[in-house]
């Protein structure tokens, strides 16, 4: 197990509906990513939050929102939510080098939670 | 373009073989890191292999190796001696330094067969 937690493990929401998924960090890690994963598809990088700013964001719209605690867990929101939002959200928990080469950079990641947009 | 191109779907493999997962990337950043995860039908995501642009040996850990092919943006996932616990999707991904981000190809589905 890598440390790295998220709840709820599983979620159905309908379309226009918005929802809140969360993220522990893993111990000692000061960096966040958030990542979607539709059915059959690759993980998409939607934001990063490091030391609760962000720090970089994919091609998402303003819909999806996020927010990193003093403690480094982190929030994603989704807003005016729509049937292509269903998918496996994952988050990533890392110690950032920024700037710098990525040294042995590895991200840690939780189990992830399933939405289903209805 | 593909920043990752994995250009095997599925894969099969004899139980106890070796197998070569295919991956080539496009980056004009002197400095990144090459990743490669497995995914089980669990869903989570397990840090597998890292190679950096500058290291001049291939990465290996245990029955995973990395056949880093720098000139030809190869980076091409060895899993050695095959065991039905490696049936899996595996994803090969890429940090550049100018962005703070990790960008993930499409997977390759991967059956051990006993």
């Known amino acids: 197990e890598t440390g790295v937690t998220q709840s709820p493990t599983h979620l159905i929401k309908t379309r226009g509906q918005q929802v809140t998924l969360r993220c522990s960090s893993q111990?000692?890690?000061?960096?966040v990513s958030w990542y979607q994963q539709a059915l059959g598809q690759g993980p998409q990088f939607i934001f990063q939050?490091?030391?609760?700013?962000?720090?970089g964001r994919g091609n998402f719209p303003p819909r999806f929102s996020g927010l990193q605690f003093p403690n480094y867990s982190s929030e994603l929101n989704v807003n005016a939510l729509e049937l292509d939002d269903s998918a496996l959200y994952l988050c990533?928990?890392?110690?950032?080098?920024?700037?710098?080469?990525?040294?042995?950079?590895?991200?840690?990641f939780g189990p992830g939670t399933r939405l289903t947009v209805t | 373009a593909q920043k990752i191109t994995q250009t095997q779907p599925g894969m099969f493999v004899q139980e106890k073989e070796a197998v070569t997962l295919d991956c080539t990337y496009d980056?004009?950043?002197?400095?990144?890191?090459l990743f490669w995860y497995k995914q089980p039908s669990s869903g989570e995501m397990i840090f597998l292999i890292y190679q950096g642009s500058y290291d001049q040996q291939n990465a290996t850990e245990g029955r995973y190796s990395l056949n880093f092919q720098k000139a030809r943006k190869s980076a091409n996932l060895v899993i050695s001696a095959s065991q039905l616990g490696d049936s899996a999707m595996y994803f090969c991904?890429?940090?550049?330094?100018?962005?703070?981000?990790?960008?993930f190809g499409p997977g390759t589905s991967l059956s051990v067969i006993p």
């Open positions: 991904a890429i940090k550049e330094t100018s962005y703070d981000k990790v960008i």
């Open positions: 980056t004009s950043d002197p400095s990144y890191g």
């Open positions: 939050y490091y030391r609760e700013e962000e720090n």
């Open positions: 990533a928990s890392s110690l950032g080098t920024y700037g710098q080469a990525p040294i042995s950079y590895e991200q840690y």
């Open positions: 111990s000692g890690h000061n960096t």
